[in-house]
């Protein structure tokens, strides 16, 4: 077992490294992970209240709905329209990308900042299992936290307003409900995932570089090629192909759009394969500079 993870042990004390089935290096990289959220608990705490802000919303009005009714008289049960659920999954998957972008932004230039990285250093993790923790906090952990928080949250609002605030509904699984949950999980893993990785491994270097102000050094680049591109050549390729990426392939930033694209037609996009590779190409360069960067 590797010493990095020996605990001393005693009554009521296990070792933290029992992660069976794991090579050492992906041990390592597993404990990296858990960091980042023990450090960063914005990532989760801040979806977490979003989602109680919804059902709570959703409870109000659920509530007041029935109030309504029953003073009217009318024989009918309260119809809470789907929208709602899409609602819910757009501010929930809108909350966790902002938190993705920031943990990005200072995830390298946070353990300068506070001279941590000094501490860490020290410990026997290499750089590129640092590097790739931290990228893996936005391109993995984040995408399934948004879409367990997003199951869980609709299939609350779901059993409210079925069985408390209209009655027992036999048809309490909703197919569309079910198919919304698939296209969910396929467009966090395509787009937020796959799609958007060279945005949060560009974010990565800049926190890895920048010495202060992250956030401008981390837009003026791009904003001032647009610029030049404009001034110089009177075209706007760049700014075009910045756009193209935001909107994801076939336009289809939109959860029910990307129903349009099938896996095949995503994998065989070759902006799909030339943003890996300079996902890839961001990634090393950020490893290279906090191997040799220093506190700021």
Known sequence: MDSQFNVISGPGIQSRAAVPGLPPIARTLYWSIKRELWENRSIYIAPLIVAGLILLGNAIGGIGGNFTSSINGANHTQTFSLRSYDFAADLIMGTTLLVAIFYCLDALYGERRDRSILFWKSMPVSDTVTVLAKASIPLVVIPLLTFGLTVVTQAIMFLLNGTIFRGLNPEWVHPRLLQ??????????????????????????????????????????????????????????FAEMLKNRVDGPQGSMNTHSMTRVTPAELLAAPGLWIGLAITAIFLGLAIQLRRYRGPV
């Open 180 to 237: 919304d949950w698939v296209g969910l999980l396929y467009h966090l893993v395509a787009i937020h995932s796959l799609w958007y990785s060279p945005f949060f491994a560009w974010m990565l270097l800049v926190s890895a570089w920048a010495r202060r102000a992250v956030f401008l050094w981390a837009v003026l680049p791009p904003a001032g090629i647009g610029i030049l591109e404009r001034l110089v050549f009177h075209s706007s390729h």
